[in-house]
């Protein structure tokens, strides 16, 4: 069973045993587990439900694996004969989490 999901402003089409890396989720530890109420459709072909915006009763359920930090980004800056050169760099909290079960 398939279904579109909508978090942290984002949507991602899912099927159970799928794995997300997705943005941190805040205040969880490997082992947490998810439940997201967001779904905005559900099911395949004749048992495919279209939320409006989402599908009443339909949750996807999810394991977090772990939370780790991303691969770094580095931003440099620089204006040509002015002397200005400025290098910061970035790593994002991610959290990658396995989808258990879809229900709707």
Known sequence: MKATI?????QYTVQEG???ILNRYPETEAGS??????VLTVGEGK???????????ATV????LENRRGRKV???KK???????RRRGHRQELSVIKID???G
């Open 18 to 20: 799928d794995v997300l």
């Open 33 to 38: 587990k998810l439940e997201i109420n967001e």
């Open 47 to 57: 048992n495919f439900k279209l939320g409006s915006p989402f599908v009443d009763g």
């Open 6 to 10: 909508q978090t942290q402003g984002k």
């Open 79 to 85: 204006k040509k004969r002015k002397g200005y050169e």
């Open 74 to 76: 580095v931003v440099f």
């Open 101 to 103: 079960s879809i229900k």
């Open 61 to 64: 359920s999810a394991t977090v």
